[in-house]
């Protein structure tokens, strides 16, 4: 058997790095870059496929570019097959996302669930019906039951699958999200600021919360004097974040930027409250486990996978996200510093459950029963 067909991984994704390298920096941008580095630590010779043009090695990570093709009921049919067709020499395949599993998986293939992406009214497969429904639920049967084995970062995807079609438990595992312990951890002498800091480590989209976040941190930095709010993280577009600056600039104690992958800590040692008020389509977030490995207080919408993460009132705080539940909330933390400590304390103890070498474990596992190998 050709030992280098057997040691490479095809791993699909829908776009990662951009035609003019603009990466998001997003949570699943950061999972993909752990998994990529922990197949190369296994032995095997991974490469990214995704949309675009052409081929790159970016950071030691090989990217391969296909055409987009046509969306259909949420997922990329038409790149699905130019995969499918182009790896006929890989012996190894991940689909990155659920949807991304349709209409055909090669064999030895994984898919990863990142979250159920559908939680919201507003979600474009929110008002189908019929025909058309049974349509979009028959494409994802087929990608939760055709690979060899679904990898989920949460439970709730796991509870709704299971409550859906039963019987395929044992092509399911539940391996959450993580967070390295030896970048994000407490670090107090970096605060540098008498101000009260609220951040916001998240992509500049309203399901992620951002318009909730706007409106109430103009009410509460003209309530209170001492509160900042950081605005952190990556637009799909130029036109976007040149919004977020302006809208920063129109507001005192108001800040807007990005970050790359490497400083994310820095922002958590310097904030006080974190926010991460998703109204939708959420997993067991990154930013959420980091800022808790910090040992910050974190708000939270009670969506997805963050109730794997936050018990309310004990190592977090849960909202059903609104202006005025977040406005509420951070208030009630800006105002009581010893709450604030009490949940921080306790969202660093219970990030140790979610460590990065607790997530290789489990990953490793996963790939010895679906591959039978360690890529060595």
């Known amino acids: 058997m050709d030992m280098g067909f057997e040691r490479k991984v095809a791993i699909l994704t829908s776009i990662f790095v951009s035609d003019n390298d603009r990466i998001m920096f997003s949570g699943a941008d950061r999972y993909l870059v752990h998994l990529y580095a922990l197949l190369e630590e296994l032995g095997y010779e991974p490469y990214v496929w995704q949309v675009g043009s052409g081929d790159r090695l970016l950071d030691g990570m090989r990217i391969q ?7 259909e009921f ?3 049919p038409d790149l699905n097959i130019q995969f499918f067709e182009h790896t006929v020499s890989y012996g ?3 689909y990155f996302a659920l949807p991304l599993a349709f209409p055909r998986v090669k064999p030895r293939s994984i898919v990863i669930s990142h979250g159920i992406g559908w939680d919201y009214p507003a979600h474009p497969w929110s008002p189908l019906s019929g025909l058309l429904k049974d349509e979009w639920l028959r494409r994802l049967r087929y990608a939760v039951t055709a690979p060899d084995l679904v990898v989920s970062v949460d439970t709730n995807t796991l509870n709704w699958l299971r409550a859906t079609w039963p019987g395929y438990e044992h092509k399911q595992v539940y391996i959450p999200n993580f967070v390295d312990q030896g970048e994000f951890f407490p670090n107090e002498e970096r605060r540098g600021s008498e101000s009260l800091i609220i951040l916001y480590p998240r992509r500049l989209t309203w399901i992620r919360g951002l318009d909730d976040v706007k409106v109430v ?3 509460l930095t003209r309530r209170y004097d001492f509160l900042e709010f950081h605005i952190v993280g990556r637009g799909g577009t130029d036109d ?4 977020m600056h302006r809208w920063a600039e129109q507001n005192p104690r108001c800040s807007y930027y990005w970050v790359s ?4 800590a820095e922002l958590y040692w310097k904030a006080d409250i974190v926010l991460i008020p998703t109204r939708g389509a959420e997993g067991t977030s990154l930013a959420c486990l980091e800022a808790m490995a910090c040992g910050k207080p974190v708000i939270c919408g009670h969506v ?3 109730t794997d993460l936050v018990i309310d009132q004990y190592n977090g705080i849960l909202i059903n996200v609104s202006p005025e539940t977040l406005e509420e909330a951070i208030e009630y933390l800006a105002l009581n510093p010893e709450i604030r400590q009490t949940l921080g304390r306790r969202a660093l103890e219970t990030s140790d ?6 997530w290789k474990e489990k990953w490793r596992g996963a790939l010895r029963g679906v591959w039978g190998d360690d890529g060595r």
């Open 261 to 264: 992958m490497e400083n994310m």
């Open 353 to 358: 459950a979610f460590s990065l070498e607790r």
């Open 74 to 76: 949420g997922g990329l």
């Open 92 to 94: 190894k395949a991940i």
């Open 65 to 71: 570019g296909l055409p987009k093709g046509n969306t």
């Open 304 to 306: 997805g996978g963050l």
């Open 240 to 243: 976007a974040e040149a919004e």
């Open 217 to 219: 941190a103009e009410r």
